[in-house]
């Protein structure tokens, strides 16, 4: 029997969504330029034998003062309370005094098919990804790189990806198949995205590197946050 496919229905709820922002960065076409010339000096002055990806430490920031450093880290904090609030807005309640701590900030410069295996971030409830320069990174699904793969994008997966592998599968469960999702990289793109979220970076090759800020953050406050272990 065919049915047409029904209109949402009111009596069906769709449970556990995963919350992604992405937003442009109103100031980066004068701070990311601030940012190349940092990253580039600080590359020069910590070389590194890591090949086609290189990666600072995640404090690299401590001891530099940069303006532009210090808007982007602004923007990014001010973005993690954005989506965290809207994502525990039914749970946060009376809770006072919330704020953002970046516990890690790193940068990449990766060029010659330089990658990053599918991961998740540990030890943080927030993460990020902000696009200083795309380079030659794919701009949308048809453009693919020389060897017929998207260039330089990060992909996410959804939380059912292991359900799809070997399990059983018909049109009931069709929608199991949509368990992942392309950022496309672009100038002042910035991508915040839930810890537990896995997720991969494609290989880049391009005329230009492609260079990214990637972070970690925890979300505090004066109220005590307790996990219900018991019934009471």
């Not at 020069?44 to 690299?60: E, I, L, M, W």
Request: hydrophobic fraction near 30%; charge should be negative; charged fraction near 20%.
């Amino acid at each position: 029997m065919s049915r047409n496919t029904p209109k949402r229905n009111p009596n069906i709820a769709y449970h556990w969504p995963v919350p992604v922002l992405s937003r442009k960065f109103g100031q980066y076409q004068k701070v990311n330029p601030e940012l190349i010339e940092l990253f580039y000096d600080y590359r020069q002055r910590h070389p590194s034998k890591a090949g086609s990806v290189y990666s600072s430490p995640d404090n690299f920031y401590e001891g530099i003062e940069n303006s532009g450093l210090s808007r982007l880290t602004q923007f990014l904090t001010d973005s993690v309370f954005e989506v965290a609030a809207d994502a525990n807005r039914n749970y946060w309640g009376k809770a006072t005094n919330i704020r953002v701590n970046l516990t890690g900030v790193w940068f990449q410069i990766t060029n010659d098919y330089g990658f990053h295996e599918t991961h998740i971030h540990g030890n943080c409830s927030w993460s990020g990804v902000y696009y200083v320069r795309a380079g030659d990174s794919s701009t949308g699904p048809d453009d693919l790189g020389s060897n017929g793969m998207p260039n330089g994008i990060t992909r996410f997966y959804g939380p059912h990806m292991e359900y799809t592998a070997g399990g059983h599968g018909d049109l009931g469960n069709l929608y199991l198949q949509d368990h992942t999702v392309d950022s496309y990289p672009e100038d002042g793109r910035l991508v915040v995205f839930p810890s537990h979220l896995k997720h991969m970076v494609f290989p880049y090759k391009g005329a230009e590197d492609r260079v990214i800020v990637s972070f970690h953050a925890q979300v505090f406050g004066d109220t005590e946050m307790r996990y219900g272990y018991s019934f009471s």
